[in-house]
């Protein structure tokens, strides 16, 4: 079973800065996308940020140019900087891994989730 641990979130003020770390079990390189997804109070879940196995990147529009991805291969981590925070980037944050080929995902798992909350 593999598992994501998450660490990172807190409360800041607006124009803060955070950055969440996820471990997972076992090797990350296992995995062809691994990132973020967020869901905010009376909102969707939502993708912030991914990091795929050949190093491309995608980001929702409105964390880019704030939020970094990256991922540090021999701690099987993977990091979100996120800058400039505000209140709408207030939600709980899931780290990801798994295997996406096309549309579909072959297994993925979630961490328990972390809170950021952004207080003006």
């Known amino acids: 079973q593999v598992q994501l641990v998450e660490s990172g979130g807190g409360m800041v003020q607006t124009g803060d800065s955070l950055r969440l770390s996820c471990t997972v079990s076992?090797?990350?390189?296992?995995?062809?996308?691994v990132g973020w997804y967020r869901r905010a109070p009376g909102k969707e879940r939502e993708l912030v940020a991914e990091?795929?196995?050949?190093?491309?990147?995608n980001y929702a529009d409105a964390v880019k140019g704030r939020f970094t991805i990256s991922r540090d291969n021999a701690k099987n981590t993977v990091y979100l900087q996120m800058n400039s925070l505000n209140a709408e980037d207030t939600a709980v944050y899931y780290c990801?891994?798994?295997?996406?080929?096309?549309?579909?995902?072959?297994?993925?798992?979630w961490g328990q989730g972390t809170q950021v909350t952004v207080s003006s």
């Open positions: 990801f891994c798994g295997n996406r080929h096309g549309s579909i995902w072959y297994g993925r798992y």
């Open positions: 990091i795929q196995s050949g190093g491309n990147t």
């Open positions: 076992g090797s990350i390189l296992n995995f062809n996308r």
